[in-house]
């Protein structure tokens, strides 16, 4: 059976983590064709392909690992992997939350120096890491995701829909990224990073929880490891609307205390951090390097 909870996960993660790229990918072409540069877009294009042909090859090489471990360093594996993944993600939202503003002006400067300081070649690399960071991030968030959707009750077919519904959102992406390069402005880019942020928050918080249940599971956590509740009589976490649940925010319907605490914890200081209003701070005027400073001491010749 077709998990949709699973698929929707991985297309709301690779929806929002291929926006990122591609908008990215979108300002660095649009900004080439405007200083009249667009005879460089292959070179962009053999940049974007090596960043998403690394970060494919990790992710397969990771969940390939974790299938291939026994107990209990299978469980000591995953719980680590998904904390990395909750912390990557955790990180990219408040560094996206503060970037946002400036992230435009940043890539232009940064292709201005490639084009008058480097070799065009340098647009490749350029186009790399801007894109592998991105890559990478999403790679690890998948693996995690296809690890908890595997543990449940849809095995391997379940991992199998997170991928699908990643690359279903990663192609939804790459479409706004063409949309924004042609000059639509039909979707607010901000109101999107926003709220597909406001989920990511409660996909990280269902890995996280779901960390410290492996934890809990081979020994590593022995306090608050009584139920802290059981509704599994009302919503069950391995059937219809409580599967749904589980794949995409890591629902369970009789957590342990600690696995409870940990989850209601994330979730209220990371959401009302990555809520609060953004202080823009007005950027400094540049001085004309013709103007000499007020009061300067004009310099004279020998």
Request: charged share 15%.
């Amino acid at each position: 059976m077709f998990d949709v909870g699973a698929f929707t996960s991985g297309l709301l993660t690779g929806l929002r983590e291929g926006v990122e790229a591609a908008l990215i990918v979108a300002i660095v072409c649009s900004y080439l064709a405007r200083t009249g540069n667009a005879r460089h877009f292959g070179k962009i294009w053999v940049g974007v392909a090596g960043a998403v042909g690394l970060s494919f090859a990790l992710g397969v090489v990771i969940f390939a690992t974790v299938g291939s471990l026994e107990e209990p360093y299978e469980q000591a594996f995953e719980g680590a992997m998904m904390l990395a993944a909750a912390g990557v993600v955790t990180w990219m939202l408040f560094w996206m939350r503060r970037q946002a503003g400036s992230a435009r002006g940043d890539l232009q400067r940064a292709v201005d120096r490639v084009l008058t300081e480097g070799t065009a070649w340098g647009l490749a690399v350029l186009a790399f890491t801007a894109v592998i960071r991105e890559g990478l991030e999403t790679a690890l968030f998948l693996v995690g995701q296809a690890t908890v959707a595997a543990d449940g009750a849809s095995g391997d077919a379940g991992a199998l829909a997170v991928l699908v519904g990643a690359l279903v959102g990663l192609g939804i992406a790459v479409a706004i990224g063409y949309g924004f390069y042609r000059g639509s402005r039909a979707l607010d880019i901000r109101s999107f990073f926003r709220w597909t942020g406001v989920l990511l928050v409660f996909i990280a918080a269902g890995l996280l929880s779901h960390a410290v249940h492996e934890f809990v599971e081979i020994g590593w956590i022995t306090v608050g490891t009584g139920p802290a509740f059981d509704i599994g009589a009302i919503l069950p976490h391995d059937t219809g609307i409580g599967l749904f649940l589980r794949a995409i925010f890591g629902y369970t319907s009789s957590p342990e205390w600690v696995v409870f605490a940990t989850w209601a914890t994330y979730v209220v200081v990371v959401l009302t951090l990555y809520l609060r209003p953004v202080t823009r701070h007005p950027a400094e005027p540049h001085p004309d390097p013709r103007q000499e400073p007020t009061g300067a001491t004009p310099a004279t010749g020998a």
